[in-house]
């Protein structure tokens, strides 16, 4: 039996202790890295009729001016009634000295923390979300029952000019409630996770 003295073993345990240490860290990397990215949550409550299943929105992090492409799961369980309204709640956090602060991003044009009915933003945005009905369902409202998937739609990030996308990047808490207005249900739910990047381009 190999006998070892104290300097081996106080050695030993040192190399198995940075060995522990460089471990934790390679965990954490890869958790921060995977934080950074895009995510979503169903927040939907017991009386939703919508469920997110899938959904992936690429680049991450998102760039502007560009493209985003998006790929999507929806199960809708009953038909989306006409007078659908979708509150969209839009915070920016800012990191300031080190602490973190939520800037709730005002409604302008139809973009940020807005009300809006659901009908109006299937109009709006038909011909890149038709794509994802299936076949032989008319795209339009109410929405009807059924399974709701595709992938690649693509949507172009506007050009806010040099300065106003250098002030747009960052990252951002999406959430966005879908409410019938005429029982005041709220009939689904989701959360994002984002973060936007600006792209230096000549104008």
């Known amino acids: ?67 985003l492409k998006m790929s999507a ?15 969209i709640k839009m915070i920016r956090i800012l990191n300031i000295v080190g602490q ?3 800037l709730t991003i005002p409604c302008i044009k139809n973009l940020g923390s807005c009300k809006l009915a659901a009908c109006d933003m299937l109009k709006e945005h038909m011909n890149r979300v038709c794509s994802l009905w299936p076949e032989g369902k008319p795209c339009e409202c109410p929405i009807a029952a059924g399974v709701y998937e595709g992938k690649g739609l693509n949507f172009p990030l506007p050009d806010f000019g040099p ?31 984002m973060s936007i990047k600006s792209i230096s381009r000549k104008y």
């Open 73 to 87: 799961r929806v199960r809708v369980s009953k038909p989306v009634p006409a007078k659908t309204v979708v509150d």
């Open 100 to 102: 973190k602060f939520n």
């Open 163 to 193: 300065l106003l996308s250098q002030l747009a990047a960052g990252d951002y808490h999406l959430e966005m409630r879908a409410r019938d207005l005429q029982t005041d249900v709220e009939i689904g739910c989701m959360r994002i996770s």
């Open 1 to 67: 039996m190999r006998i070892y003295s104290f300097n081996q073993l106080s050695r030993s345990r040192k190399k198995c202790e940075r060995s522990q240490v460089m471990k934790t860290f390679f965990l954490i990397v890869l958790w921060v890295s995977y934080c950074s990215g895009f995510q979503f949550e169903d927040c939907g409550g017991a009386q939703k009729t919508l469920f997110i299943e899938d959904l992936d929105l690429t680049p991450s992090p998102f760039t502007v001016p560009g493209n």
